[in-house]
């Protein structure tokens, strides 16, 4: 049985709703994602597809709903005329099935409330079914399946949901917190005519799944007879062994998927202390984790998820746990992402949904990564999705946004990883380390050092001072050892790794003045600069006497502004940096015949340093091809003042290393 066709109309925050579901080539049913904003009605439509489930299954079993003192049983679902979408005077739900399972027609299920009747329903939905009818407004539900349909239907497929209350007990919570009645070692249950063995709503089933696993290992498990040197197997052909085994393959399969590694359920002896059994690396014998209990949260909710699937099919028919593409039914699962880290949801989530194609798996998700893992691991036009609160069906193109949010996120998590690498490299010991915004801001710091350290006029700050830099270089630079990327960002998250860390060497971080919030995290106007603890300090360049009109300044501003606009000759040309107040709003420069491409850096208020290797390209008017640029990259105004200190004024800098000296004599630890 499969989901064909939904119809919602004023139920909650869903005006109107109507999906066709959709199959491949080979019948197979295509998953559904619906995804949305909170409070779109993406839990509306899965609460109306689990009540139906429950509605029809209670035609055959007598243990799936419970009856009501005074007559009548209670509703998975209740009905609640103030879910009617407001500024209408009703609402109904309409899901109509497909079913090979018996001759009669597929089970149709309606839930209505307000001003409409059944024959409304059915005339708005072009429903030909004679069975449906009823004139009769007001709260009610109809459902068309019989008894003898509704046990085959059960007997043949794996119907369940995954609610956003499915709950796994972590090993780590006392036993005070967390009752169950559920035994650990395997059982064998009696089949009760009439009781449905498997429930339709999924809790907390980690004890359930381990008593059937240790059922699956030792089903997949032979008696040996005879003496060393002419063992033969007992009780089993090798055939139904090799079958049997199979069923725990699948469930390593799907172990090992969640996992990373090709891993084997171990049965220890039982005279070992511990779990039954543990998890095992196939290729090393290593022990991955020593229990089931042991994975994480996310791996443990996935492993029981989707060994559930093979449980309730193995409930109906030992042999559908053998062949995971023969399981079919529909599995409902509301924010698959509940507990999943990014990997899970994009990598490894799909290749499990992968595993049981016939079985039409109908999702609310809130993860572009689970989307563009269903995208590379089924294709584009394997599965569908749709958006809420209108329904409307999400083309391909649509996935840019999500490919956006993921390469951020890569982006992220690379930009994580080369702050662990330059704490990394690092050494823990030595005199004071600077570290700067920008691999030129140390070049500059560096000459000024030198350049007034030998000044009589400051020896009162350089006498006994010493530090070093953290020197780097850009990662596309030829030159240098350490190449790192370190931006006003990449500086702060630095310096707050840094600080968490006890250490003997004092570090001092140091930043541009020109964006407000690095300035207020790692600035202190008081005190000209901020304590963290542990060694670490940091603070924001000090403004100069020149710069006070424009405080918002980077190092090159320590210079004056004809010292800015000192020219470099480059392979003949003279490139020079510029400033943004040159340049008119858009990025003209009429008295030098120039303009700049970057216009937001330009204008009689901006003071923006513009140089010729980041987008802020200058050319002359008559430079139609714009073949040369006559912006001077910060670097090479740097390496001009290394070679010709003399022709540059330093004073600018003396009240930073002032506070240096303060940091590392009065401070420091």
């Given at each position: 049985m499969y989901l064909e066709k939904l119809a919602y109309e004023n139920v909650g925050p869903l005006k109107s709703v109507k999906i066709n579901f959709s199959f491949s080539s080979n019948g197979n049913p295509k998953p559904v994602i619906l995804v949305g904003e909170n409070g779109t009605g993406k839990s509306t439509i899965l609460s109306n597809i689990v009540d139906s489930f429950y509605e029809m299954s209670r035609k055959h079993f007598s243990n799936v709903t419970t009856?009501?003192?005074?007559?009548?049983?209670?509703?998975?679902?209740?009905?609640?005329?103030?879910?009617?979408?407001?500024?209408?005077?009703?609402?109904?739900?309409?899901?109509?099935?497909?079913?090979?399972?018996?001759?009669?027609?597929?089970?149709?299920?309606?839930?209505?409330?307000?001003?409409?009747?059944?024959?409304?329903?059915?005339?708005?939905?072009?429903?030909?079914?004679g069975s449906i009818s009823g004139k009769k407004e007001g709260n009610e539900k109809f459902l068309k399946a019989s008894s003898h349909q509704v046990e085959s239907i059960w007997d043949n497929n794996v119907i369940c949901y995954f609610g956003p209350d499915r709950y796994e007990c972590p090993v780590w919570l006392g036993n005070s917190y967390y009752n169950t009645s559920s035994y650990l070692h395997p059982t064998v249950e009696g089949r009760f005519n009439g009781h449905l063995e498997n429930p339709i709503s999924v809790y907390d089933v980690s004890n359930v799944n381990l008593q059937w696993l240790l059922d699956v290992i030792a089903d997949s498990r032979g008696d040996i007879t005879g003496e060393a040197g002419s063992l033969s197997l007992a009780h089993i052909s090798v055939d139904d062994l090799l079958l049997m085994r199979q069923a725990r393959d699948n469930l390593e399969k799907i172990l090992s998927t969640i996992l990373g590694n090709d891993v084997y359920f171990h049965l220890n002896l039982r005279s070992l202390n511990g779990a039954r059994f543990r998890i095992v690396d196939k290729s090393t014998n290593r022990v991955i984790c020593p229990t089931l209990d042991s994975l994480s949260t996310g791996q443990s909710a996935l492993f029981n998820m989707f060994a559930t699937i093979v449980h309730y099919a193995d409930?109906?028919?030992?042999?559908?746990?053998?062949?995971?593409?023969?399981?079919?039914?529909?599995?409902?699962?509301?924010?698959?992402?509940?507990?999943?880290?990014?990997?899970?949801?994009?990598?490894?989530?799909?290749?499990?949904?992968?595993?049981?194609?016939?079985?039409?798996?109908?999702?609310?998700?809130?993860?572009?990564?689970?989307?563009?893992?269903?995208?590379?691991?089924?294709?584009?036009?394997?599965?569908?999705?749709?958006?809420?609160?209108?329904?409307?069906?999400?083309?391909?193109?649509?996935?840019?946004?999500?490919?956006?949010?993921?390469?951020?996120?890569?982006?992220?998590?690379?930009?994580?990883?080369?702050?662990?690498?330059?704490?990394?490299?690092?050494?823990?010991?030595?005199?004071?380390?600077?570290?700067?915004?920008?691999?030129?801001?140390?070049?500059?710091?560096?000459?000024?050092?030198?350049?007034?350290?030998?000044?009589?006029?400051?020896?009162?700050?350089?006498?006994?001072?010493?530090?070093?830099?953290?020197?780097?270089?850009?990662?596309?630079?030829?030159?240098?050892?350490?190449?790192?990327?370190?931006?006003?960002?990449?500086?702060?998250?630095?310096?707050?790794?840094?600080?968490?860390?006890?250490?003997?060497?004092?570090?001092?971080?140091?930043?541009?003045?020109?964006?407000?919030?690095?300035?207020?995290?790692?600035?202190?106007?008081?005190?000209?600069?901020?304590?963290?603890?542990?060694?670490?300090?940091?603070?924001?360049?000090?403004?100069?006497?020149?710069r006070q009109s424009t405080p918002k300044i980077c190092i090159e501003h320590y210079y004056s502004d004809n010292e800015i606009k000192t020219e470099v000759d480059i392979s003949g040309v003279k490139r020079r940096l510029y400033i943004g107040n040159e340049f008119n709003k858009i990025g003209l420069c009429n008295k030098l015949k120039i303009y700049c491409e970057k216009k937001s850096v330009c204008g009689p208020d901006k003071i923006s340093i513009i140089e010729g290797t980041s987008g802020e390209r200058v050319f002359r008017f008559d430079d139609e091809t714009c073949s040369t640029n006559l912006a001077l990259p910060k670097m090479k105004f740097v390496e001009y003042i290394q070679q010709h200190p003399d022709a540059f004024s330093f004073e600018n800098f003396v009240e930073l290393f002032r506070l240096i000296r303060k940091i590392i004599f009065e401070e420091s630890e």
């Open positions: 009856f009501r003192e005074n007559g009548g049983y209670n509703f998975y679902k209740a009905i609640l005329p103030n879910e009617i979408h407001e500024g209408t005077s009703y609402m109904y739900s309409l899901l109509q099935y497909t079913s090979t399972e018996s001759e009669e027609s597929a089970p149709v299920y309606i839930f209505k409330s307000g001003k409409v009747t059944l024959d409304d329903i059915k005339k708005q939905n072009n429903i030909s079914e409930n109906n028919d030992i042999t559908k746990s053998v062949r995971l593409d023969d399981i079919t039914g529909i599995v409902v699962i509301d924010e698959i992402e509940l507990h999943l880290h990014s990997k899970l949801q994009k990598e490894v989530l799909p290749q499990l949904v992968a595993m049981f194609p016939k079985i039409q798996f109908i999702i609310t998700s809130h993860s572009p990564l689970f989307l563009l893992g269903m995208q590379e691991v089924l294709g584009e036009n394997a599965f569908d999705v749709y958006e809420m609160p209108k329904g409307q069906k999400i083309d391909v193109e649509c996935y840019s946004e999500f490919l956006r949010a993921y390469d951020y996120l890569k982006k992220t998590r690379k930009f994580n990883e080369d702050i662990q690498s330059i704490i990394s490299s690092i050494p823990p010991d030595g005199v004071p380390l600077i570290i700067t915004e920008g691999a030129t801001d140390w070049k500059h710091m560096k000459i000024a050092a030198s350049v007034l350290s030998n000044d009589s006029r400051y020896s009162s700050i350089f006498s006994d001072l010493k530090f070093e830099f953290l020197e780097y270089e850009p990662k596309n630079s030829n030159s240098g050892d350490l190449k790192l990327e370190m931006g006003d960002v990449a500086l702060r998250s630095l310096c707050e790794n840094v600080a968490k860390i006890p250490h003997k060497r004092c570090y001092i971080f140091i930043a541009d003045c020109d964006v407000s919030e690095t300035n207020n995290r790692l600035g202190d106007n008081e005190k000209g600069f901020k304590c963290w603890g542990n060694n670490t300090y940091s603070l924001t360049l000090p403004i100069p006497e020149i």
